[in-house]
């Protein structure tokens, strides 16, 4: 399903950023919430600590996938493509936007606060769109081989 665009602004208006958004998003798609993860998000934002390093819409993209394909108790397994699909991402990403720095995707030097840039909005996204495009390939697949 498409990112709701008011949705993504009363987020962000609530002070939440690029990674923490993604992952309510998606949290909020399957009927939860997970606030200890949310908060756990926060260090992601603005590429990580809002240093303009790795892209925190990217690393959010990861750990979704994480949460859908990831191993979270001993009796689980994670997705056997679990790695492949983070991959396809980042190079998705890489693609599409560039670079995967968060100050060269915004072509400006974060400073510190909590302003959520605009332009992040498209890329969120942009990029739960890919994720739910890798989960739909990668699990609806495996789901269609087991019943066969």
């Given at each position: 399903?498409?990112?709701?665009?008011?949705?993504?602004?009363?987020?962000?208006?609530?002070?939440?950023?690029?990674?923490?958004?993604?992952?309510?998003?998606?949290?909020?798609?399957?009927?939860?919430?997970?606030?200890?993860?949310?908060?756990?998000?926060?260090?992601?934002?603005?590429?990580?600590?809002?240093?303009?390093?790795?892209?925190?819409?990217?690393?959010?993209?990861?750990?979704?996938?994480?949460?859908?394909?990831?191993?979270?108790?001993?009796?689980?397994?994670?997705?056997?493509?679990?790695?492949?699909?983070?991959?396809?991402?980042?190079?998705?990403?890489?693609?599409?936007?560039?670079?995967?720095?968060?100050?060269?995707?915004?072509?400006?030097?974060?400073?510190?606060?909590t302003d959520y840039p605009v332009?992040?909005?498209?890329?969120?996204?942009?990029?739960?769109?890919?994720?739910?495009?890798?989960?739909?390939?990668?699990?609806?697949?495996?789901?269609?081989?087991?019943?066969?």
């Open positions: 399903m498409p990112v709701d665009g008011f949705r993504l602004f009363q987020l962000a208006a609530q002070g939440f950023c690029c990674s923490q958004i993604l992952l309510i998003i998606g949290l909020e798609e399957e009927g939860k919430d997970a606030p200890e993860l949310i908060r756990a998000m926060h260090g992601l934002c603005g590429g990580m600590g809002r240093s303009g390093a790795t892209c925190g819409v990217l690393t959010g993209g990861a750990c979704l996938l994480g949460l859908v394909a990831g191993k979270g108790t001993v009796s689980e397994q994670s997705h056997p493509q679990i790695h492949r699909m983070v991959q396809e991402l980042l190079e998705w990403f890489e693609e599409t936007y560039g670079s995967l720095l968060c100050e060269d995707i915004l072509h400006y030097k974060l400073e510190e606060g332009k992040c909005g498209s890329t969120i996204s942009a990029t739960y769109d890919k994720v739910q495009e890798l989960v739909a390939t990668y699990l609806e697949t495996e789901k269609d081989d087991e019943e066969c």
